[in-house]
């Protein structure tokens, strides 16, 4: 399995516009997660989703950002309008399910915005 | 308030080298505690991971121990290698949910030669 694949690797954005992170888990995985990390704040889980309906999206840090996973193989973080504050790196994760189990995660998506 | 407060927050070692890393944790109730390994500019891999009833797993030169009761864990390096200089995360779930974890800051470890 080529394990989880998220894209872009890099973007760099002007501040206003919309951005599209995309996540594909690993196949046969049941959970989701999506992760953003920070110098400042470290590792903080935005929100979790499991048999592709979202758990717990308490982590969401305001209504500018939105997740879904329309389907088993496919997960979008979706941030409109972006800001600078937003620049991080974002980790998409997944496992088979639930905490108990090793989750694995994606090389990120380093966000920029200028 | 459930916290995760990971020790010390960098370490230097030279190769060849054992190293501890520690993690205390306050998190109520317990599930599981994981440590993860992070290598600069990827994404975090999982070392280890351990349920109430675990004291001590191993995976290869890393091994973790983990005291339920005193709600500490440690990891040890054996014999590390530049390979292992990267930042070891300790993270720990309070239920079964896995979106209820609490993430320790990290330990930056650096292995020189």
């Known amino acids: 399995d080529a394990g989880v694949i998220q894209s872009p690797r890099h973007e760099v954005t002007e501040m206003g516009q919309e951005v599209t992170l995309r996540c594909k888990p690993i196949s046969g995985h049941n959970s989701l997660f999506w992760y953003r990390q920070t110098m400042m704040r470290g590792l903080e889980l935005l929100i979790y989703f499991n048999n592709n309906v979202p758990i717990d999206d308490s982590g969401m840090p305001e209504d500018r950002f939105s997740a879904k996973m329309p389907n088993a193989s496919f997960s979008t973080l979706k941030i409109q309008p972006s800001e600078p504050r937003d620049s991080a790196v974002y980790f998409c994760?997944?496992?088979?399910?639930?905490?108990?189990?090793?989750?694995?995660f994606g090389q990120g998506t380093r966000l920029t915005v200028v | 308030k459930n916290q995760v407060e990971q020790s010390p927050q960098s370490l230097i070692i030279l190769e060849g080298k054992n190293c501890t890393l520690q993690?205390?944790?306050?998190?109520?109730?317990?599930?599981?505690l994981r440590w993860y390994k992070q290598d600069t500019g990827r994404g975090p891999v999982s070392l280890t991971i351990m349920t109430f009833s675990e004291n001590t797993k191993s995976n290869g030169r890393y091994t973790a121990t983990l005291d339920a009761d005193t709600k500490q864990s440690s990891l040890h390096i054996t014999a590390s290698q530049l390979s292992d200089s990267a930042s070891y995360i300790c993270v720990v779930s309070g239920d079964t949910n896995a979106g209820k974890s609490t993430f320790g800051d990290g330990t930056t470890l650096t292995v020189k030669p």
């Open positions: 993690c205390n944790y306050t998190v109520s109730p317990f599930s599981n």
């Open positions: 994760a997944s496992s088979r399910q639930g905490a108990a189990t090793e989750a694995f």
